[in-house]
């Protein structure tokens, strides 16, 4: 018997996981069937040509939230102060990834990245998605129900994101002060 291997996330699931979409959701955005949808993400079959450019097309917003920090200092260092640097370029990195601005403000709930990803998104998504339609075609009436269910989709995000007072930016702040804190206290060791 072969020893047992974990499934790797394929893009299907990468996109509902993000977007926080059940397999009919997508099924509805891409304009396949719910089971197309889950042969696809179990790597049993592949999506048509159609469903997978409207997938690609919502993917995009992916690369982003899977880009890692780069974590390999100059080669021209010491080994010895090659963890220094690596941690420089990580507290570089995150105080650059802080400079981005903040999502609407959410509420305690169950689910509020991918809704604050959903809101994100909520205005290129159909566009991305007729872009994809104008090279794959769907019906008119698969049409329109592909863009009722993203306007489900980002009105429920809208009710789990909440409009009242947030701690992210008081939160942010503070992470902010923290790496600056530590981005000197390592340039002062590193130069020192």
Request: proline share 15%; aromatic share 2%.
């Amino acid at each position: 018997m072969p020893p047992f291997a974990p499934r790797t996330r394929t893009l299907t699931g990468a996109v509902r996981a993000y977007f926080g979409l059940s397999q009919t959701d997508l099924a509805r955005l891409l304009g396949c069937s719910q089971a197309a949808v889950a042969r696809d993400e179990a790597g049993t079959h592949p999506l048509p040509p159609g469903p997978a450019a409207r997938l690609l097309a919502l993917s995009a917003w992916l690369e982003e939230a899977t880009t890692p920090p780069p974590t390999t200092p100059p080669p021209h260092h010491p080994t010895a102060l090659a963890p220094l640097h690596a941690r420089l370029a990580d507290c570089r990195h995150e105080l650059a990834r802080l400079a981005r601005p903040l999502p609407p403000p959410k509420r305690a709930a169950t689910r509020p990245a991918p809704a604050a990803a959903r809101l994100a998104a909520a205005e290129a998504v159909p566009a991305a998605l007729a872009a994809a339609n104008a090279r794959h075609p769907l019906p008119p009436a698969q049409t329109a129900l592909q863009n009722h269910q993203w306007a489900l989709l980002v009105g429920e995000a809208r009710l789990v994101l909440d409009a009242g007072p947030d701690p992210g930016p008081t939160l942010r702040a503070a992470r902010r002060a923290g790496l600056l804190a530590e981005i000197a206290v390592l340039e002062a060791a590193l130069l020192g």
